[in-house]
């Protein structure tokens, strides 16, 4: 079975993101994730790079240490694209560096690829891109590209750090329209290749996502088979919504997923 984790944000009434990380290991998820923000006061916490000392970053680490899979999320507005390519991913430098104090082993940024067509853009892309696949092959982690596109560039470039991370429920956004071009989350699982660094898993209902497994229109069973064809061996980290799933829903995704993948479907 995949290591799965889940994303700390806030869960049920949980805002303290230690608190958080504490249920998640009580919980006995093998991997854990939170986002570089300081979140949002009074609604749900990360913790913030720029606010993080050297002491403080060793004690995170160690706080972490029991699990085998850490993920660190870029702020949801640090978007590598076209527009201000160079600031986000000066920003996305010192989020790498930052997760590899903490012994992280992946980090998620929002990306949104170039139009190949635009020889320019997709040039300074695969540069920029090549420039991130160093840092994060000094710092030990992986860098996972959020995307619902560009998959193919992405995969082509062949890097050994840098990567997709693939949101399931992304793929349904506007009546499914991400995953059209495609027809099956099983063929973007493929086109991704060895490319796919991570996944978030949550569901889609049709009206919102982040919803509890199981719930929603996402097809999992495409997906276990398509990650078992392409020999995927990385994580995969619940993302689910507090005010949309409760605790008790948390456990009974995590289950659900289980039996699942023991079925194979």
Not at 5 to 31: C, K, L, N, P, T
Not at 117 to 138: I, P, Q
Request: hydrophobic share 40%; proline share 5%; glycine share 14%.
């Amino acid at each position: 079975m995949w290591p799965m984790g889940m994303m700390a944000w806030r869960i049920g009434e949980i805002r303290d993101v230690r608190e958080q990380i504490e249920w998640i290991r009580d919980a006995g998820f093998e991997g854990v994730g939170f986002h570089a923000s300081p979140g949002v006061p009074g609604e749900w916490e990360g913790i913030d790079p720029y606010a993080t000392g050297r002491g403080a970053r060793a004690q995170w680490k160690k706080a972490l240490s029991h699990f085998p899979l850490i993920e660190v999320h870029a702020p949801v507005n640090c978007v590598l694209r076209e527009e201000g390519l160079g600031a986000a991913a000066d920003e996305v430098i010192y989020i790498l560096a930052f997760a590899g104090d903490l012994g992280a082993t992946v980090v998620t940024a929002h990306a949104k690829p170039p139009d190949p067509e635009r020889k320019r853009s997709a040039w300074l892309w695969g540069d920029t891109l090549e420039r991130l696949n160093g840092v994060a092959a000094v710092n030990g982690v992986t860098l996972g590209l959020e995307v619902v596109e560009g998959f193919d560039s992405i995969a082509r470039l062949g890097l050994s750090n840098v990567g997709v991370t693939l949101d399931v429920g992304h793929m349904y956004h506007d009546d499914a329209r991400p995953l059209r071009p495609f027809g099956t989350l099983g063929e973007v699982v493929h086109r991704c290749g060895r490319a796919l660094a991570h996944l978030h898993l949550h569901d889609h209902n049709g009206a919102a996502d982040h919803v509890e497994l199981g719930t929603g229109r996402v097809d999992f069973g495409d997906l276990w088979s398509a990650l078992r064809g392409v020999g995927y061996e990385k994580g995969l980290m619940l993302e689910l919504n507090p005010d949309r799933c409760p605790p008790e829903g948390i456990l009974r995704s995590r289950a659900w997923a289980r039996e699942r993948e023991r079925i194979g479907g």
